[in-house]
């Protein structure tokens, strides 16, 4: 409905676009037709923080990203956002954001674990992480 | 177009082989000078990426060389007083002055914005700022924040200063569970420092570098007055990595006249409040309430989308073909997005899930209700004024508890040139009535002096005494009165009568102030006032 702004995070889509087409990329590939069931991080290790940290950073480039420790194991779906900076008021800079933030989401897929970056479809199979079938998410 | 973003957007676009005619970090050539004549405007990219520092190596969003060429000073001011002039939404009310007078892209900038009021008297324009563009595009995990896990509000930036707690995280940090820092305490000293009263810069230097530690890890002493405490206590947080909890406190209140109430506590609009949102309206929904107090008194907005979703969750199906929010920019551009070069369309209100915590397109909960109770704060800012105004552009109801809101109907595409991100207010948001003309704030109705647009409802100072989703606590009490008898209490309801103490004891604060969440990227304690 309503187009999307040119921020850093359609650059970041853009460019990837285009690389798309001028190099191969041996470590991701095309979502498949079926992404499988949506899962998280069952057992968080320092090994899989830095898979997860590396395939981020082969996502999105050279874009600083913090990630907390528990990434993923919460729920399958990773949002980043700009690192909220806000006025001299305390208020967020940008309190009326019209970008979408970078989404990723995790999906087990038969004995595999695989990360769908959503607004690409890039796919990462992570071979350092364990996981399981998302918990249905409860009302509070 | 804006050259910055736009230009590079489209060189990431565009094929392999005419990719290959502008790589290499740049042009070598730098802009053409150009002589002022006041009201004469080149196009800005005849100005842009022309730096006085050019930056080297690829920009790590594209991937790409930096466009950045080998300039002077005035092709950064050109560029900025072209940019102006074409995307500012009140370009018209902007002085020319000449750029050749003015020795630094600061300087120059704090210039290009309107010097004109608002209706009570404040700058018209008091969103106009500047971030390092390697700071800007760095990325963080949604709902991670730097911090206490505590969330301090400043009643007084200036001597006396006053500070309070206004509310805790539930996930604080572990090595601050232990400080038991509960709402309505004051701080009074930050690592020695006389909160209330230092007046020398060293001293305001080291209260803001305890507000706003530099790294996770750092430890800062506060002695604090808890509610209803007559001696101080000294308590040592520590600064870490905080998962914020966007929505809190939802529960149900059963009036005495027996309606069934629902009340959430809404701090901010980050991706992950989707699913905290959907929850809590789902949890609400499935009580069958009959009403809803939403409580944004701390909450300064952020993605849009997410105060679209919430305006549905309220409203429902009343909501469906109607706009949330227009976005309208000068009157250069009545039809067309100047930056995305897209025609410009209404944002509706989303009746399904956005993708952001929760899978895309999923129905979302409704509680189908023609009247909702907000309550506001002078925090209440941007993307919750939205939900405000976009309610009332469909004749919702929307009864306005607390006091008067910031005043942002307006945003901004942050653009980069030469290292150096600039927020320029380039639109501003109407409601499907196009009404969007409330820089003032939205004010209750009995509001002795009124300073926004008012809004039906009780003017009713913040209540620190109480915890927040409190039935007493002042707002919500207030809120709770109204909807049983549509009548507001006299205020200032949310004020205790002084306790009968000795002197230093803890009076309640009967005020407020500005919430402070993460406590990084600011400058919040001053030595004397200022404009604002």
């Not at chain 1, 991701?28 to 898979?51: H, M």
């Not at chain 2, 050539?29 to 690829?58: D, L």
Request: glycine share 10%; with cysteine.
């Amino acid at each position: 409905m309503r187009p999307g702004p040119v921020t850093t995070a359609h650059r970041i889509a853009v460019a990837i676009l285009a690389a798309l087409g001028l190099q191969s990329l041996p470590a991701c590939a095309v979502l498949a037709d079926s992404p499988g069931t949506p899962a998280v991080i069952a057992d968080a290790t320092a090994e899989s923080r830095v898979e997860l940290a590396r395939v981020i950073h082969e996502a999105l480039g050279d874009v600083p990203v913090t990630l907390a420790d528990d990434a993923l194991t919460g729920g399958s779906l990773l949002s980043l956002e700009h690192a909220l900076r806000r006025d001299p008021m305390g208020r967020p800079l940008n309190g009326r954001e019209l970008t979408h933030p970078e989404t990723f989401e995790l999906f087990k897929r038969g004995p595999r674990c695989v990360l769908v970056q959503s607004r690409t479809g890039r796919e990462w199979t992570l071979h350092h992480v364990q996981c399981v079938a998302a918990p249905v998410q409860a009302p509070q | 177009m804006t050259v910055m973003h736009s230009a590079r957007f489209l060189l990431a676009a565009v094929p392999a082989m005419t990719l290959l005619g502008s790589c290499g970090g740049g042009g070598s050539s730098a802009a053409p000078a150009a002589a002022w004549v006041q009201g004469q405007f080149a196009a800005e990219s005849t100005f842009a990426a022309s730096c006085v520092a050019p930056r080297t190596g690829n920009d790590p969003v594209t991937g790409k060389p930096y466009p950045d060429r080998p300039g002077k000073l005035l092709d950064e001011l050109n560029w900025l007083r072209s940019w102006t002039n074409d995307l500012y939404l009140w370009y018209s009310e902007v002085l020319d002055k000449n750029p050749a007078s003015f020795t630094s892209d600061a300087s120059y900038f704090d210039e290009l914005k309107t010097t004109a009021k608002t209706a009570s008297n404040r700058d018209k324009d008091r969103f106009h700022f500047t971030s390092d563009t390697a700071k800007w595009e760095a990325l963080e995990q949604s709902g991670v924040q730097a911090g206490y896990g505590v969330g301090f509000v400043l009643l007084a930036a200036t001597p006396p200063r006053n500070l309070v707690v206004g509310y805790i995280e539930p996930l604080i940090p572990a090595d601050n569970v232990a400080a038991n820092i509960a709402r309505g305490a004051k701080v009074l000293t930050i690592d020695g420092v006389d909160l209330v009263n230092a007046a020398d810069q060293a001293g305001v230097d080291t209260l803001n570098a305890g507000l706003t530690p530099k790294s996770v890890g750092e430890s800062h002493t506060f002695s604090i007055l808890d509610a209803g405490a007559v001696t101080p206590r000294t308590v040592t947080l520590v600064s870490a990595s905080v998962t914020v909890t966007p929505v809190q406190s939802v529960h149900t209140i059963t009036t005495p006249g027996g309606a069934l109430v629902g009340y959430m506590l809404f701090n901010d609009h980050l991706a992950t409040s989707e699913s905290a949102l959907v929850n809590a309206f789902t949890q609400l929904q499935t009580a069958g309430v009959t009403d809803l107090v939403l409580d944004i008194r701390y909450n300064g907005g952020g993605l849009l989308d997410i105060a679209s979703e919430v305006a549905y969750m309220i409203a429902g199906q009343q909501t469906v073909g109607q706009t949330f929010e227009l976005t309208q920019f000068n009157n250069k551009y009545p039809s067309t997005d100047p930056v995305t070069g897209t025609t410009i369309t209404p944002l509706g209100f989303h009746t399904t899930t956005q993708g952001f915590s929760v899978t895309a397109g999923q129905p979302l909960p409704t509680l189908g209700l023609s009247r909702v109770f907000v309550l506001t704060g002078v925090s209440t800012c941007s993307a919750s004024e939205s939900i405000i105004n976009s309610l009332q552009g469909i004749n919702v109801q929307v009864i306005q508890v607390g006091s008067t809101t910031c005043g942002k109907p307006y945003g901004f595409y942050p653009t980069d040139n030469c290292g150096t991100t600039y927020f320029s207010i380039q639109f501003q948001g109407v409601n499907a009535k196009g009404f969007g003309d409330y820089p003032d704030g939205f004010t209750p109705a009995n509001t002795v002096t009124p300073q926004g647009v008012s809004v039906s409802g009780c003017s009713v100072a913040d209540d620190f005494t109480h915890a927040l989703g409190d039935s007493a606590e002042g707002l919500l009490a207030s809120a709770l009165s109204y909807q049983q008898t549509a009548v507001c209490p006299l205020p200032p309801s949310g004020s205790a009568p002084p306790p009968a103490l000795g002197v230093g004891a803890y009076v309640p604060p009967m005020a407020d102030g500005q919430a402070i969440k993460s406590l990084w990227q600011q400058n919040r304690i001053q030595r004397r006032s200022s404009a604002q």
